[in-house]
């Protein structure tokens, strides 16, 4: 009788062990997000008005594109970025959260020039990137372009949307 008890003990531990063993955790698999243009987006240097450089552009003008931003991906093209279209004219705080890749902000005020940047904001990092002044864009590029064009508070951007 005694080595049926160790026996069904020895079971029932086997079974509960068993039962506690963790699953192996299965990688959710999601679409990767793509670019898509949406316009395109021209910087001019503040004293001659000559051309820095055109971009393809995606808008991002609702809370949840705005939200969202570039988010979830692994990298953009050097000729791509994000504008960002806010309803009003404020201090706007940005973070890389979910953020794949390092960028360059550029914060752009309602007269469409560029007011304040935030240069090589590393991935996944939630620390706040604020604009410094009240701004109405802002524009998301690859890190280190601002300083590959040479870009100055003051020089503008001019944008279309694409039909």
């Known amino acids: ?14 079974v509960m062990q068993l039962s506690c063993k963790e699953e192996p955790k299965k990688a959710i698999k999601t679409a990767p997000v793509t670019f898509k243009k949406e316009g395109d987006l021209r910087i001019l240097k503040k004293e001659s008005d000559s051309l820095l450089t055109t971009l393809e552009i995606e808008i991002a003008d609702t809370d949840y594109e705005r939200e969202t931003g570039l ?8 000729n791509q970025g994000m504008l960002f279209v806010f309803d009003d004219v404020a201090m706007h705080y940005f973070y890389m ?32 990137l ?34």
């Not at 009788?1 to 086997?14: D, R, S, T, Y």
């Open 1 to 14: 009788m005694g080595n049926c008890k160790i026996c069904l003990l020895i079971a029932v531990c086997f």
């Open 71 to 78: 988010m979830y991906r692994s990298s953009m093209e050097p």
């Open 97 to 128: 959260k979910n953020t794949e890749f390092p960028l360059d902000l550029i914060f752009v005020d309602d007269q469409m020039k560029i007011a304040s940047f935030q240069k090589n904001a590393q991935p996944f990092k939630e620390n706040s």
């Open 130 to 163: 604020p604009s410094k002044v009240p701004v109405k864009y802002v524009l998301e590029v690859n890190a280190g372009l601002a300083d590959k064009w040479t870009l100055a508070v003051g020089d503008s951007i001019v944008y279309q949307k694409t039909p």
